[in-house]
């Protein structure tokens, strides 16, 4: 289905018997009414009609009205009085898609197929033109309407992918196209295709840059997925192993140097975890949770101090964080000042008395246990 609704009006003229004759070698047909656009509630005059207006109008229903009963006439009556309708039309389209008209482009284009529905060309131009849409409302935020049109794209380059013989540029897009779908097991099998059919060397040399850059993206991805699972499974050395990997490529990826910090904080080693947390933040890191976790590291190295500098810097950003005001409470405890920690436990209650926390420590305290 087009994205667009059509946006035309259509009157059908009878020609006269005695008009009735070749137009550029196609016969006429005067029991088949030739079809115009309207620009108003009347039927324009005969009189001022042109065969462009006419051609206009059957452009029309070859991109809106593919079930019309005179189609076939037509659309051969267009192939026959314009010939080199592909080449133009085809520029037009591309000109206007650039401009991003794409009402315009895409009735353009839709004609074009009514036309020859096999041309790749044209195929690959409606593909084109529906990733570029798609990713015009994606920026707007409007997500439903753009899946709809990737999923429009994906049809199109698929049919222009089979066409006879191969068109070299219908794998080189729609490698692209995957690329951008985070497909990158497809996007290699067009590339392929793409290296043996190709002569365009700027071509060449660009598909070959963008198949290896998101195939080092796909190996990092999966470095990074690894590390994490590796940690919460509680092999920690295996994950700092890969991390430390990722980050030689991505050092300045913030939540790589926090998950690297998170892991060193789980296994004991507490100088290791505040660099890496350090690293997290002077690469535009969370500040609330990685303040959090140093404060974590700094209790276990002894420096209260700190521990409180960087929770309450924490607790300036977010003053109900019941993470931060438990640790606050855990500090208090720490340097020896029980009825600080039980209004930071108390406090805690008041925002989520759902806390799982908060009671053991208040119970602990109460029983002299803390």
Same mark, same amino acid.
């Given at each position: 289905?087009?994205?667009?609704?059509?946006?035309?009006?259509?009157?059908?003229?009878?020609?006269?018997?005695?008009?009735?004759?070749?137009?550029?070698?196609?016969?006429?047909?005067?029991?088949?009414?030739?079809?115009?656009?309207?620009?108003? =509630?009347?039927?324009?005059?005969?009189?001022?009609? =042109?065969?462009?207006?006419?051609?206009?109008?059957?452009?029309?229903?070859?991109?809106?009205?593919?079930?019309?009963?005179?189609?076939?006439?037509?659309?051969?009556?267009?192939?026959?009085?314009?010939?080199?309708?592909?080449?133009?039309? =085809?520029?037009?389209?591309?000109?206007?898609?650039?401009?991003?008209?794409?009402?315009?482009?895409?009735?353009?284009?839709?004609?074009?197929? %009514?036309?020859?529905?096999?041309?790749?060309?044209?195929?690959?131009?409606?593909?084109?033109?529906?990733?570029?849409?798609?990713?015009?409302? !994606?920026?707007?935020?409007?997500?439903?309407?753009?899946?709809? *049109?990737? !999923?429009?794209?994906?049809?199109?380059?698929?049919?222009?992918?089979?066409?006879?013989?191969?068109?070299?540029?219908?794998?080189?897009?729609?490698?692209?196209?995957?690329?951008?779908?985070?497909?990158?097991?497809?996007?290699?099998?067009?590339?392929?295709?793409?290296?043996?059919? %190709?002569?365009?060397?700027?071509?060449?040399?660009?598909?070959?840059?963008?198949?290896?850059?998101?195939?080092?993206?796909?190996?990092?991805?999966? *470095?990074?997925?690894?590390?994490?699972?590796?940690?919460?499974?509680?092999?920690?050395?295996?994950?700092?192993?890969? *991390?430390?990997?990722?980050?030689?490529?991505?050092?300045?990826?913030?939540? %790589?140097?926090?998950?690297?910090?998170?892991?060193?904080?789980?296994?004991?080693?507490?100088?290791?975890?505040?660099?890496?947390?350090?690293?997290?933040?002077?690469?535009?890191?969370?500040?609330?949770?990685?303040?959090?976790?140093?404060?974590?590291?700094?209790?276990?190295?002894?420096?209260?101090?700190?521990?409180?500098?960087? *929770?309450?810097?924490?607790?300036?950003?977010?003053?109900?964080?019941?993470?931060?005001? !438990?640790?606050?409470?855990?500090?208090?405890?720490?340097?020896?000042?029980?009825?600080?920690?039980?209004?930071?436990?108390?406090?805690?209650?008041?925002?989520?008395?759902?806390?799982?926390?908060?009671?053991?420590?208040?119970?602990?305290?109460?029983? %002299?246990?803390?």
């Amino acid at each position: 289905m087009p994205f667009y609704e059509p946006r035309h009006k259509l009157y059908y003229l009878q020609v006269p018997p005695e008009l009735a004759r070749e137009v550029a070698g196609f016969p006429l047909d005067p029991k088949i009414p030739l079809p115009v656009e309207g620009r108003g =509630s009347a039927p324009p005059r005969t009189e001022n009609l =042109s065969w462009e207006q006419i051609l206009a109008a059957m452009l029309k229903i070859m991109a809106w009205e593919r079930n019309h009963t005179d189609f076939d006439y037509f659309r051969d009556f267009i192939l026959a009085i314009r010939p080199e309708v592909f080449q133009e039309l =085809s520029g037009t389209g591309i000109v206007k898609a650039q401009a991003k008209d794409f009402r315009l482009a895409e009735e353009i284009f839709l004609a074009l197929e %009514g036309l020859d529905p096999t041309h790749p060309r044209t195929l690959l131009n409606l593909a084109l033109l529906y990733d570029e849409q798609a990713e015009e409302l !994606s920026r707007r935020n409007q997500s439903a309407k753009a899946e709809d *049109l990737l !999923s429009m794209a994906q049809k199109k380059f698929s049919q222009a992918l089979v066409s006879t013989p191969p068109m070299p540029d219908a794998f080189f897009y729609a490698g692209f196209f995957h690329l951008k779908q985070k497909n990158v097991v497809r996007a290699k099998g067009l590339f392929d295709t793409y290296f043996e059919l %190709g002569k365009d060397e700027v071509k060449l040399k660009a598909a070959r840059k963008a198949l290896a850059e998101a195939q080092r993206q796909e190996r990092l991805d999966t *470095l990074f997925k690894e590390a994490y699972d590796f940690i919460l499974l509680g092999q920690e050395d295996q994950g700092i192993t890969r *991390l430390q990997e990722f980050l030689k490529e991505h050092p300045k990826v913030w939540n %790589g140097w926090f998950l690297l910090g998170w892991a060193h904080r789980r296994m004991g080693s507490w100088e290791p975890a505040l660099q890496a947390f350090q690293k997290c933040l002077d690469n535009g890191g969370d500040l609330i949770d990685t303040a959090n976790e140093m404060a974590i590291c700094a209790m276990e190295t002894g420096d209260l101090k700190e521990a409180k500098r960087l *929770l309450e810097r924490a607790l300036r950003e977010d003053g109900e964080n019941t993470k931060i005001i !438990s640790n606050l409470g855990v500090l208090a405890l720490k340097g020896g000042n029980k009825d600080e920690a039980v209004s930071f436990f108390e406090s805690v209650l008041e925002y989520d008395p759902e806390d799982p926390v908060a009671p053991r420590m208040l119970e602990q305290i109460q029983k %002299g246990e803390a």
